[in-house]
Structures are given as C-alpha cells and as structure tokens.
C-alpha cells in the first residue's frame, strides 16, 4: 500500500473531507517511536484497507498539528467529512494491537 505524504495544506484540507474515514499519521524524521511505528504499520495496512493512509510532517505544519492537539508523535488522527472522529496519541501508538484495536472502532 502507497501513503501518500501530504505536502501542502491545500491537500490536507481535501483528503480530510472524505465521506469514509481516512487516517492521517502525523510524524516528525528525528522521532524514534515513528520509526518504530514504521517497522509495523505495513501490516496494520493490510489488516485494515478499507482506509486511505496518509501521512504529514508535525514540524512542516505546526499550525495544524497545534489545531488539532497533536502533542506527541507518532499521532494517527481519523477524519471524516472535515471532522477528527478519532486520536490514537503517541503514548497509545507503541505495539501492533494497540494501533489495531484503535483503528477497529472506525469500520
């Protein structure tokens, strides 16, 4: 599966608007427990691809993430019809079962 990486607000601003719940992983590249997140999200993909997967740098768009309370990464923010529906914060990002148990509420 392709993550797109969001690159302007533009496209935040469309992709948040989806009609099915789509995901946001808010990320930063010095971060340790994103890379940690990366060594498994491949499998959570394929455990769950009814969604679309995005990804944004918090330190490339302060603004947003500070909007939307994103205070420690790795961050999975769930949006639907312009609405977050859903925060798995850092804390709660650590396993595969964690990301998966969060992720099963938005079917």
Known sequence: MIVENIKDVSRYE???KSEKPIIVKFYATWCPDCSRLNAFIGEIFEEHPSFEWFE?????FPEIAQEQQV????????????EKIGHLHSANAKTPEQVSEFLSQYK
């Open 14 to 16: 469309e992709v948040i």
């Open 56 to 60: 944004m740098d918090r330190d490339e």
């Open 71 to 82: 205070m420690g990464i790795p961050s999975l923010l769930v949006y639907q019809n312009g």
